[in-house]
């Protein structure tokens, strides 16, 4: 699926929700279903700085495509970096460092796109499109 | 005056906002307090009305700015009970009278000399400390603490020696609300000699300190946890030490008579003013503790006693709810549930218009201590209800709920 397809289907899925209480447990549900990351990889090298929780993001490549993984001490931020996984995750690079992310607001998590803010929400997009450019640029050299 | 709740709150609009939908209940006041209109208006009336540079011209408004600012200098005196105005340095805030001292301090140390610090610091307050111990050579001694968040006097004890030349304890903890033992903590430094630095950020809002009583020679708090505005504060040294100390910034305001060759300094508290400073905010600050005494420290320790009491009370009724930092303390509360990360309590309490401060609270070692991420910190003023409280308590089930 690309990752338009896969934002329409969880703006769709958001879309069921009227209160704010509903789409923070579905998040939460979203965050306890990510595979679990492989406990060898949590290391601080992995951690994505400027988030009040620890997040660890890794990425491998495979048939051309990045596979993400993550996780979390905290479960909001698990939801969140889940979604991220869902739309980021087996895909090429050059396809990550095109997409917008304009969906997030669509799906009414808006206050978490400010710069400022605690969780780090663009930290983890940044270090996604980070990972991206890297293996963009091996790939091309 | 009696303490009238209601009365009280209708002096802070902020508290009639909502956020995220519901009334906004403001627990995060150890962080910075919120302003009563009487402060605000302050503000708007300087800027509106006699806006000038003060000690300088020899204009009315000029001379009224400063006639303004100066009488707030003698209010804050009034308040601390400082023996002279003189001793009352204003300052941008906590942080900066504490690296104020610091710096002079650079000139007074020797190889091997020890400044003692407590184990309950805001961590931002270690690093000019150590800082001075880089530039000179001494070294940095820590009181430790124990499990319900107190200082261990009689390691304090074991720590001095002649050695000591200065000991820097904040009055309250921000991230526990333990109140230290201050009268003990510079009596017994002074026994052996040593200066004593007491950041009174957080327990100016609560407690009204005698600082001629208390025999402290520095004294450094933030007006922004009193009611008064942001980027202002002061610095309170006794007139020997202000004679001893070497100035902190070059500039304006802090000489007498400059020549190429030689400059030499104007008195206290000028020496240490260098430039143009907060008059506003210095103003403002006066407006703020003349407020506060309206009320009266009296009462509101015994308000902020009630919710304190309350509050322990009804969130303990919480399963697997630990509260951190249980000795004598003020009203402030740290806790965590079970595993449930701090942040993702203080998201959803958030969405329920509820400010509460999650994270470290700058307080690092404690939290290494504890070996926990951080806490949710509610902290309470008086201008706070048990209504409020019992909206906290809804609002911290319902996030446990959803995150089990
Ligand atoms: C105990 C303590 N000291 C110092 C500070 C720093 O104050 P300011 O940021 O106003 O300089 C704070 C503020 O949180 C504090 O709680």
């Not at chain 1, 690309?2 to 969880?10: C, G, R, S």
């Not at chain 2, 820590?142 to 020696?161: A, F, H």
Request: net charge negative; aromatic share 8%; hydrophobic share 40%.
């Amino acid at each position: 699926m690309t990752i338009e397809a896969i934002q329409e289907e969880l703006i769709d899925e958001f879309s069921m929700f009227d209160d704010w209480m509903q789409r923070y447990e579905y998040m939460i549900d979203l965050g306890k279903s990510l595979p679990l990351i492989d406990e060898k990889l949590k290391t601080d090298d992995k951690l994505i700085k400027g988030c009040q929780s620890k997040v660890w993001l890794n990425s491998e490549m495979k048939n051309d495509k990045i596979i993400f993984t993550a996780d979390s001490d905290a479960i909001i931020t698990k939801g969140i970096i889940a979604v991220l996984v869902r739309v980021f995750s087996n895909q090429e690079p050059q396809a990550i460092l095109d997409a917008d992310t304009d969906f997030i607001d669509e799906i009414g998590l808006k206050e978490h796109l400010s710069p400022t803010r605690a969780n780090g929400l663009v930290s983890m997009i940044k270090q996604m499109k980070m990972y991206a450019l890297a293996y963009q640029t091996q790939a091309n050299s | 005056m009696s303490f009238d709740i209601h009365n009280i709150r209708k002096d802070f609009p902020i508290l009639s906002r909502k956020v995220n939908g519901y009334p906004l209940v403001y627990l995060d006041n150890a962080a910075t307090s919120q302003k009563p209109q009487q402060v605000i208006d302050a503000i708007v009336d300087y800027y509106s009305n006699y806006n000038a540079n003060i000690h300088r011209g020899v204009h009315s408004l000029s001379q009224e700015a400063t006639d303004a600012y100066e009488a707030a200098r003698h209010k804050i005196q009034n308040h601390f009970n400082a023996k002279t105005a003189c001793e009352i340095i204003f300052t941008a805030g906590t942080t900066q009278g504490i690296n104020l001292v610091a710096n002079g301090f650079a000139s007074l140390l020797n190889k091997g000399d020890e400044i003692i610090v407590s184990a309950l610091e805001h961590h931002s307050n270690i690093v000019p400390w150590q800082m001075l111990c880089e530039k000179t050579g001494a070294v940095l001694r820590v009181i430790p603490m124990n499990e319900e968040g107190t200082l261990l006097m009689d390691e304090y004890y074991n720590l001095l020696s002649d050695k000591t030349k200065l000991v820097f304890v904040n009055h309250i903890s921000n991230a526990l609300g333990t109140i230290n033992p201050i009268e003990e903590i510079i009596e017994k430094a002074h026994s052996v000699g040593a200066a004593v630095l007491i950041d009174g950020a957080q327990s100016c809002s609560h407690i009204k300190p005698n600082l001629q009583e208390l025999n402290v020679d520095f004294y450094v708090t933030s007006a922004h946890k009193m009611c008064g505005p942001t980027g202002v504060g002061i610095l309170y040294m006794k007139e020997e030490w202000g004679n001893k100390l070497p100035p902190y910034q070059g500039g304006g305001e802090m000489i007498a008579e400059v020549s190429f060759e030689k400059t030499t300094y104007a008195g206290l508290p000028h020496k240490f003013e260098a430039g143009t400073p907060n008059i506003c905010g210095g103003i403002a600050f006066g407006v703020a503790i003349d407020y506060l005494n309206a009320i009266g420290f009296d009462a509101i320790e015994a308000h902020e006693n009630e919710l304190l009491t309350y509050a322990t009370n009804k969130l303990l009724e919480i399963e697997g709810l630990r509260i951190y930092g249980t000795g004598q303390k003020t009203s402030v509360i740290s806790f965590n549930i079970e595993d449930l990360h701090p942040y993702d309590i203080g998201t959803i309490v958030d969405k329920l218009g509820i400010a509460v401060r999650t994270g470290h609270h700058c307080a690092q070692p404690i939290m290494e201590f504890y070996k926990i991420p951080g806490t949710v910190r509610a902290s309470f003023a008086f201008y706070n209800t048990l209504e409020e409280v019992d909206a906290l308590v809804e609002a911290v089930k319902k996030a446990k709920m959803m995150l089990s």
